[in-house]
């Protein structure tokens, strides 16, 4: 009965020792979601302060200009030494893009979306090819201009539209 009482003894008390595993509890920032099917959010909206930037196409007096994974931003070149900006086409998850005519063919990170554009101040979602796009954008999503730690990106929940601050428990990703 000793021995057993001893040998408790010895395990709860070794037990005791060993390092318990701390949550790490931080503000941080966390996306926020669309789905890939919510085509609602296509508009054009004024012009924007201009965040990072991708692919460039020319067509006629305008400059097209992708802002990676919010949309497109549209100026009139009109005056070469007097460019202006005059609009934004917001689409979400948007890097790639060209345009043919009126049609504006666009990524969502996930599908190829076609837009007419024939009234630059009201575009128009027309259609989608479903699952275009192969491949997985978490990596490339992270928040801007922001240093710290953040809730990584899950493409399986929708396209990154944002991002908020909110308390993380254990967060994987860090931005510096």
């Known amino acids: 009965m000793k021995l057993n009482l001893l040998l408790f003894l010895f395990i709860v008390i070794?037990?005791?020792?060993?390092?318990v595993e701390q949550e790490e509890i931080v503000e941080g920032m966390a996306p926020v979601y669309s789905s890939f099917d919510d085509f609602s959010h296509i508009q054009s909206e004024g012009p924007r302060a201009?965040?990072?930037?991708g692919k460039i196409v020319n067509v006629d007096d305008y400059i097209f200009i992708v802002e990676l994974f919010q949309?497109?931003?549209?100026?009139?070149?009109?005056?070469?030494?007097?460019?202006?900006?005059?609009?934004?086409w917001k689409i979400y998850g948007c890097s790639e893009f060209t345009?043919?005519?009126n049609t504006l063919y666009a990524d969502n990170s996930k599908h190829l979306i076609v837009i007419d554009i024939s009234d630059f101040s009201n575009i128009l979602y027309v259609s989608h090819i479903p699952d275009f796009y192969e491949g997985n954008f978490a990596g490339a999503f992270r928040?801007?201009?922001y240093?710290?730690?953040?809730?990584?990106?899950?493409s399986e929940l929708g396209i990154v539209i944002g991002w908020e601050t909110k308390t993380l428990i254990n967060p994987l990703c860090t931005a510096f």
């Open 99 to 101: 345009i043919e005519g």
């Open 14 to 19: 070794t037990a005791s020792c060993l390092p």
């Open 147 to 154: 240093s710290g730690k953040f809730e990584c990106v899950d």
């Open 143 to 145: 928040p801007p201009n």
């Open 71 to 88: 949309g497109i931003h549209v100026i009139d070149n009109s005056n070469p030494s007097n460019p202006e900006y005059i609009h934004f």
């Open 50 to 53: 201009i965040g990072t930037l």
